[in-house]
């Protein structure tokens, strides 16, 4: 059993920086896919960015390329989402989500929750103009 517990939201302004963290326990992290996900109030869940097991691949959705930055620390069993130039409609609750039962995992699949296999709890970011 794989358990998630994200941290790092908050309440910021418009143009500010914000680092949110994943803490995962349970199995070998570095065989999980990563990835986050966010919800706004309305709307579906969205995929923001994955990262494979090593950390040598990243994938982004395009609204967030140039400002949003996953990584992962294996040492750590923690996957982070380093968020800058925030703007309001990154307004959402944002999750972490592991995928580990199906071993190909080629781009196209990072965005898809359907295929994870745990998620967290998640985290309120809230971004004020």
């Known amino acids: 059993q794989v358990q998630l517990a994200e941290s790092g939201g908050g309440l910021v302004q418009a143009g500010d920086s914000l680092r949110l963290s994943c803490a995962a326990s349970g199995g070998t992290f570095s065989n999980y896919k990563m990835a986050w996900f966010c919800q706004a109030p309305g709307k579906e869940r969205e995929f923001v960015a994955g990262?494979?097991?090593?950390?040598?691949?990243?994938y982004y959705a395009d609204s967030v390329k140039g400002r949003f930055t996953i990584s992962r620390d294996n040492a750590k069993n923690t996957v982070y989402l380093q968020m800058n130039s925030l703007k309001t409609e990154d307004t959402a609750v944002y999750y972490c989500?592991?995928?580990?039962?199906?071993?190909?995992?080629?781009?196209?699949?990072?965005?898809?929750?359907?295929?994870?296999?745990?998620w967290g709890q998640g985290t309120q970011v809230t971004v004020s103009s």
């Open positions: 990262i494979s097991g090593s950390g040598g691949r990243t």
């Open positions: 989500a592991a995928a580990f039962k199906l071993t190909l995992f080629d781009e196209s699949r990072y965005s898809r929750g359907e295929l994870y296999d745990s």
